[in-house]
């Protein structure tokens, strides 16, 4: 079993700047890819970043430049820092990890609001 649990979350202005975390405990050791997605009110569920077991990071188009994934291994923790928040970053966020075997395990998610 994996757990993740993420904070964080809050309301924010506009140009403002948060920074999500993300522990992971339990089979750690099989987890291999680490993301962070946002889900915004009446939308899908969208990819944010990710990061390899080997440091690859992936981003999406609309948060490059401004949102840095990262982790810590001796802490366990995935981070997201955001900067230059917009309201049309208002959404749930949610960590997810990727085991070896392909099994995908998610946290309960953290609001962040972004007021204009």
């Known amino acids: 079993q994996v757990q993740l649990a993420e904070s964080g979350g809050g309301l924010v202005q506009a140009g403002g700047s948060l920074r999500l975390s993300c522990v992971v405990s339990g089979r750690i050791l099989e987890i291999n890819t680490k993301a962070w997605y946002h889900q915004a009110p009446g939308k899908q569920r969208e990819l944010v970043a990710s990061i390899t077991s080997g440091g690859s990071r992936i981003y999406a188009d609309s948060v490059k430049g401004r949102f840095t994934i990262s982790e810590n291994n001796a802490k366990n923790t995935l981070y997201l820092q955001m900067n230059s928040l917009q309201p049309e970053d208002t959404a749930v966020y949610y960590c997810?990890?990727?085991?070896?075997?392909?099994?995908?395990?998610w946290g309960k998610g953290t609001l962040v609001t972004v007021s204009s």
């Open positions: 997810k990890g990727t085991s070896s075997n392909g099994m995908d395990h």
